[in-house]
């Protein structure tokens, strides 16, 4: 443990260089700047100074609507994805995953307030920002964040919470990947180091950006530009975390998968979901939960969250129908495993593109979805040889795929969707579906060879410092007894 606790604090160092390495462009998206009105009337005498225009406030409606979507958000985390998760694996490594969940998001929601929210939102590079919040300093009561309207402002400690909770789910997800074998130090260390070099910088690079009222002409919208993210530059749409949660996290997993090996007697003896039920409940919470995800990802409570609110139920109802007939057809079965996996596919894919597309584009993401990820979990699976336990890379890395590419075509206001906004002109702009795609294609790529470079080293120096598996009669054991020294069932 001494060296788990040495190689922490090493990371968090590093983390904090790599922010000073960031150069200062502009102020935070946090931070909104107020302009004078002109001076009186040339007419008279002596022109009074004019009073200065009053920084817009939060308003109580949009902060108690982030607030629910924050705590559904937490929803998803615990009990949500581990109560799905821990029915999905065998009876006697149950407690370990709901374990690992709970910790990883206990872990992640403090690194968060201490050096995370800073190098994701502060301002800073194209691919980090600064340090100028870490320890969340200056950030008071009175801090505001600004949101996609211009004169809008939600609080920032609000935002703050909202956003720690993204980070703790994303690293949440990945360990279903490795679930049943690997040890629950190695699962925090990696954790950690992921964090950092993969969550933070994609976080940044898709979502940081000075803020509405920072554009007012041309050349302001090109100095935003300059100072925004590398993804959101490039004019990448990712509304709710496709490419930052979804695809990030799912190609994590299969680099673990990979990296810390099959399971003993995978292919040979049954490793079936030792309760459905649980799975089911857990799968039911998610869908609960994603509606303060996708909704609360607005920031405002508008006309756009009820329709990331809309698309997340429509888009989700599709994916179930389609992975249960799909199945059904191919295995002459429709199973519970099957709809509730449909259900998880349809929310991952929905999640770019809620706030962009209208709700017949929603329900044919979601159709899109349920089916591709049935192959995902099953043929491309086969194809790729890797023991992903719990389906984190067919389910969220090929869903996350799906969704962020398809928001390029159904965003397009001739299939229903937003089209983008131009906030030089304040309306919708003129919309190009292959200049979008081509945008779509940057994130996705970015997101699958950064968060693979990162997870790959980050594994190689886990196992180097602590190693990756539990032994092989330890696992054969169970790891609720062998790493907790508790039992899930007393039979």
């Not at 079936?272 to 920031?299: D, E, K, R, Y």
């Not at 990820?373 to 969220?396: P, R, S, T």
């Amino acid at each position: 443990m001494r060296k788990l606790f040495a190689t922490l604090m090493v990371v968090c160092g590093l983390a904090a260089s790599t922010g000073l390495l960031a150069e200062e462009k502009a102020a935070p998206a946090a931070t909104l700047a107020a302009t004078a009105p002109a001076a009186a009337a040339a007419a008279a005498p002596a022109p009074a100074e004019a009073a200065p225009v009053a920084a817009p406030v939060p308003n109580k409606g949009d902060t108690a609507w982030m607030t629910v979507a924050t705590v559904l958000v937490i929803l998803m985390t615990i009990p949500g994805l581990a109560m799905f998760y821990g029915g999905l694996v065998r009876a006697k490594n149950m407690l370990s995953v709901l374990m690992q969940v709970f910790v990883i998001f206990s872990m992640i929601s403090v690194l968060w307030a201490i050096y995370g929210y800073t190098l994701a939102f502060g301002g800073g590079g194209a691919i980090y920002g600064g340090l100028d919040k870490l320890f969340l300093k200056g950030v008071t009561v009175e801090s505001v964040a600004a949101t996609f309207s211009k004169g809008v402002v939600i609080s920032e400690l609000t935002f703050i919470a909202f956003q720690a909770t993204f980070a703790a789910i994303t690293c949440a997800l990945i360990v279903g990947a490795f679930a049943e074998r690997m040890k629950f130090s190695a699962v925090l260390l990696f954790s950690v180091i992921w964090f950092t070099f993969a969550y933070l910088p994609m976080a940044h690079m898709v979502w940081y950006w000075d803020g509405p009222d920072a554009i007012t002409d041309a050349a302001s919208l090109e100095a935003v530009t300059a100072a925004a993210g590398w993804l959101w530059a490039k004019g990448a749409l990712d509304f709710a975390g496709g490419t930052v949660v979804h695809i990030n996290a799912g190609v994590a997993g299969l680099v673990g998968a990979y990296l810390v090996g099959k399971r003993v007697g995978y292919g040979k003896e049954s490793m079936a979901p030792h309760s459905l039920t649980t799975t089911m409940i857990g799968a039911s919470l998610l869908w609960v939960g994603w509606f303060g995800f996708n909704a609360g990802s607005n920031l405002e409570a508008t006309g756009t969250a009820a329709l990331a609110f809309l698309n997340t139920l429509v888009a989700t109802g599709a994916a179930t129908l389609s992975w249960t007939l799909a199945e059904w057809l191919l295995k002459g079965k429709p199973s519970m495993l099957g709809s509730a996996s449909g259900a998880v596919a349809g929310l991952v894919a929905i999640t770019p593109a809620c706030g962009f597309v209208g709700p017949m584009g929603a329900i044919v993401i979601g159709l899109v979805a349920g089916a591709v990820c049935l192959w995902g979990v099953n043929g491309l699976k086969k194809l790729l040889g890797a023991d992903d336990a719990l389906d984190v890379f067919g389910v969220h890395g090929v869903g996350g795929i799906i969704g962020a590419i398809l928001t390029g075509v159904f965003v397009s206001p001739d299939l229903g969707g937003t089209g983008v906004y131009d906030y030089v002109a304040n309306k919708v702009g003129e919309f190009s579906m292959g200049t979008q795609i081509v945008s779509q294609l940057w994130g996705v790529g970015t997101a699958i060879v950064w968060s693979g470079v990162v997870s790959f080293i980050a594994f190689k120096i886990v196992d180097v410092v602590i190693g990756l598996r539990v032994p092989e009669e330890e696992e054969r054991e169970g790891l609720d007894i062998t790493s907790h020294g508790e039992s899930a069932y007393h039979y």
